[in-house]
């Protein structure tokens, strides 16, 4: 009986040991109530006709607290498509990893490799830029995602300040929306621009709790996992476990349970059991720290 399981989970229940383990570390997106409130926020700003003021979003959260999850998650329902009617492909989303320090060249290059087209090592700053203005408007980009914000505050002040302009520039003039990502220190650099200040609406990916809707999470999460019999984790004590050693942010309890399940498998137990936790290959963020600063000394 296998109600318990997803559809595509189920089919790995005879799979070999390297397919049930690819799938477990395939990403996959879990039902829970901030990442769908966030998703639908982002579907407006994509849907939203072009003005001279276009709405742009800044998601804030501790690492590993979900917001490339979220993010990823967005771009996989819009991805590159081609009409026929239309001289290039589509590409409604953009995805950028922010790269150390905010050097313009860089980011211009990240954005043309993206969507695919040509540019020399030796453009100028300024030809990237007109190049990035053509093509944008050629394939129909409405949202720009920028993961890892906080990476712009390892530049120089005027370096931070050419960036955030450039983000601006961009927005007016392609009518596209924003939305950044990173830790705290990517929303106090966005704050030093009034202008950008007012147009990034800040939204806060809190710490888990247990609830409703982290039982709900731990349900969706289990009927992943190729296990022939239910574990019940968000019905037992295991759920208090998981959030309290994965230290609350979501990407460690997806882990965590990952680590625990890849033992269970080598076990042919049918479901999840409390040692499998205990002697899982996981690590806490608070312990994982500790014991680098002591082998760093």
């Known amino acids: ?47 939203h006709p072009p003005t001279h003021r276009m709405p742009s979003m800044m998601l804030v959260g501790e690492t590993n607290n979900g917001k490339t999850m979220i993010l990823e998650e967005a771009l996989s329902r819009h991805p590159r498509r081609s009409i026929p009617e239309e001289e290039a492909d589509q590409i409604p989303v ?5 790269p150390p320090g905010p050097e313009l060249r860089r980011f ?8 695919g087209a040509v540019h020399r090592p030796s453009d100028t700053t300024a ?7 053509h093509v944008l408007k050629g394939v129909g980009t409405r949202l720009i995602i920028i993961d890892e914000l906080h990476n712009i505050s390892e530049g120089k002040f005027t370096q931070q300040r050419q960036f955030l302009n450039m983000l601006r520039f961009l927005s007016n003039e392609l009518r596209l929306s924003f939305i950044c990502a990173g830790t705290k220190k990517a929303i106090r650099t966005i704050q030093t621009d009034d202008q950008l200040a007012n147009r990034f609406k800040p939204y806060n990916l809190p710490e888990w709790k247990d609830g409703k809707d982290y039982r709900r999470f731990l349900y969706f999460l289990e009927s992943t996992l190729p296990l ?34 890849f033992i269970a498998l ?31 000394g």
Do not use: C
Not at 109 to 115: A, E, H, S, T
Not at 127 to 133: A, D, G, H, K, T
Not at 282 to 295: F, G, V, W
């Open 127 to 133: 030809n990237l830029e007109s190049q990035v203005l």
């Open 1 to 47: 009986m296998t109600e318990h399981l997803h559809s595509e989970a189920a089919k790995y229940l005879e799979a070999s040991r390297d397919d049930q383990i690819h799938w477990l570390n395939t990403r996959k997106w879990f039902p829970y109530d901030t990442g769908n409130r966030m998703l639908e926020k982002i579907e407006a700003m994509i849907k």
């Open 94 to 98: 953009i995805f950028i990893t922010m």
């Open 108 to 115: 211009y290059k990240q954005v043309l490799d993206k969507v």
């Open 228 to 261: 022939p019999e239910p574990s019940n984790l968000h019905k037992s004590e295991l759920a208090r476990t998981i959030l309290t050693v994965s230290e609350r942010t979501v990407g460690e309890m997806v882990s965590y349970v990952k680590e625990a399940t």
């Open 266 to 296: 080598d076990e042919s137990s049918a479901h999840l059991k409390p040692h499998h936790f205990e002697i899982a290959d996981y690590t806490s963020p608070s312990r994982r720290k500790a014991e680098a600063e002591q082998i760093a």
